[in-house]
């Protein structure tokens, strides 16, 4: 992993490409859009934009639009739950699970109460 510092009014993959000394076209981004009301993960390089058109056709859907943070914050939640969900249906370590999820084991048994 790679940080620095984001100084304002440059693109952050051009002065994340810059802080790591490699060419703009090995720096991708993801972006998260919305396809027909879907959240969906594009990925595309740096220097480029998403073609939200073709996302869509890509997933075989019509309309996309770039997603709201919120929104897409609130997905990966609920995916996070269901992945624990499953694990513990497995017999996984929810420790682990939570580990591996970058979520505290307090806020993992507290999505499990609902499985």
């Known amino acids: ?5 984001h100084s304002d009014g440059q693109a952050y993959g051009s002065e994340a490409a810059e802080a790591m000394g490699v060419e703009p076209a ?4 993801t972006l998260v859009a919305e396809v027909d009301g879907v959240l969906t ?3 595309v390089p740096v220097a480029g934009s998403l073609d939200l058109k073709a996302l869509a ?3 075989g859907g019509k ?3 770039m997603a709201e943070v919120a929104d ?7 995916r996070q739950r269901e992945l624990l969900c499953a694990g513990r249906r ?10 591996a999820s970058r979520i ?3 806020t993992a048994y507290g999505w499990l109460d609902g499985c």
């Open 1 to 5: 992993m790679h940080t620095y510092v």
């Open 26 to 29: 090995r720096v991708f981004k």
């Open 41 to 43: 993960v594009g990925i």
């Open 57 to 59: 056709a890509a997933v």
């Open 63 to 65: 309309r996309a639009k």
């Open 72 to 78: 897409a914050i609130d997905e990966l939640r609920a």
């Open 90 to 99: 497995q017999g996984l370590e929810i420790r682990s699970m939570a580990r």
């Open 104 to 106: 505290s084991p307090q």
